[in-house]
């Protein structure tokens, strides 16, 4: 018997999730459909997988699938989402989650994606995977000369890294001691440097281009 635990704040659809996977698979499935409570279920009970909606309150799926596999490295984690995750798909992967599993896909591409997972065999939608591959066909086109010529400051920097922990602003602005409104403002000018129109495409970006420099931040060297 394999037991799961899905995680995601709409009932109804995580109730129909549970039903075609409990009746579709040797599958006993457990829902929390609040990601605070997530930590504590996972470290009492022993799940083969979990299964986590990318876009929660509270935590979202980043910082939640983060958290779990801090405690337990060993853990099985599948993304699932309706909406375009692939902006962020290499923040994703650097958590070591499995793979994404989109709410369109049919049941038994659902049911095959999870027992994929179990064996051990990463997990993309085909839609993502071309996807991707237009984007980094594109990325190639872009002139390294140009991005050389782009630096971004400390306080950027400290910014960017705390978005990769999937920290909020006001989360932000507690850390380096100024204002959310300071943080909004720093957040605007980094997506104007970079040319992007998200907090995920931010961080790849620097990230791909080696723009995060700091060094004198202990806590960062590992980010």
Known sequence: MIRML???NHVVVAQGIKYVLENNSSMVVDILTDSRYVLTRTKEMEYDIVLIDMFMNYLNGFE????????DPSKKILIFTEKDIAL????????GVCGFISKEDSSATVVNAVECALRGETVIP???FKQLRRTEASALLETCEGMRDITLTEREQMVLL????????QQIADRILVSQRAVEYTITEIFKKLNVKSRAEAWTKANNYSLITLQQYPEYTTV
């Not at 962020?88 to 958590?95: A, R």
């Not at 705390?162 to 602003?169: A, M, Q, W």
């Open 126 to 128: 085909t839609k993502l």
């Open 162 to 169: 705390s978005i990769s922990e999937g920290l909020t602003n």
């Open 64 to 71: 939640l699938s983060k958290q779990i596999l801090h405690d």
């Open 6 to 8: 899905l995680v995601d």
């Open 88 to 95: 962020h798909f290499n923040v994703l992967v650097e958590t």
